[in-house]
């Protein structure tokens, strides 16, 4: 995996097993806003910052996000729209994976499919959620649905394509058998 020299390397953190979700607050706020993905994929990938930024400028979207911890080390940030009401203007879908990043100096370890893992497993304890969408550049799909464990189904077209996946299964989200109600 490359790495960005310029920033400092630090020791390998925990185990995918060892994975976490956590709060974000202001004891570890500095710290998760300062993740980054690699150079190459800043393009597609928003940061931190801004996805706490887009959180609080649509509260009606109901973002519910967490920093992905290895052990005691951020390595990553997810938001998703949480049972998002169908008259919402910014997520058309109930459920939504707005935002996922784990910080370049980490990929290729796991984190990513363990927190997707962790994820799937807190909406199962919600109301109706059978389904999680999310978009991807084209280019960039195949990864994403190998990082899931399988393929996607796509549900629209353009410049970015939506993937939807079934949070009913086993652990880890699997392909979707149905388009979700569009708002």
Do not use: H, K
Request: some cysteine; charged content about 20%; glycine content about 8%.
């Amino acid at each position: 995996m490359p790495s960005d020299p310029s920033r400092p390397p630090q020791a390998a953190p925990a185990s995918p097993a060892e994975v976490r979700l956590q709060e974000i607050t202001s004891a570890n706020r500095t710290q998760v806003e300062s993740l980054r993905v690699l150079a190459e994929q800043e393009d597609f990938v928003a940061g931190v910052g801004r996805s706490l930024a887009d959180a609080a400028a649509a509260p009606g979207s109901n973002p519910w996000y967490r920093a992905v911890y290895a052990g005691d080390v951020p390595v990553g940030f997810v938001m998703i729209g949480d049972d998002v009401p169908t008259q919402d203007d910014v997520i058309r879908w109930p459920y939504y994976l707005w935002r996922m990043l784990i910080d370049g100096r980490y990929q290729g370890r796991g984190y990513g499919s363990a927190a997707l893992d962790l994820l799937t497993r807190y909406l199962r304890t919600r109301p109706g959620a059978d389904e999680l969408v999310t978009s991807v550049v084209p280019a960039r799909a195949r990864r994403w649905a190998s990082m899931c464990g399988t393929a996607s189904r796509r549900l629209m077209s353009g410049s970015t394509t939506s993937r939807s996946f079934d949070c009913r299964c086993g652990t880890g989200l699997r392909p979707s058998t149905t388009r979700p109600a569009v708002g």
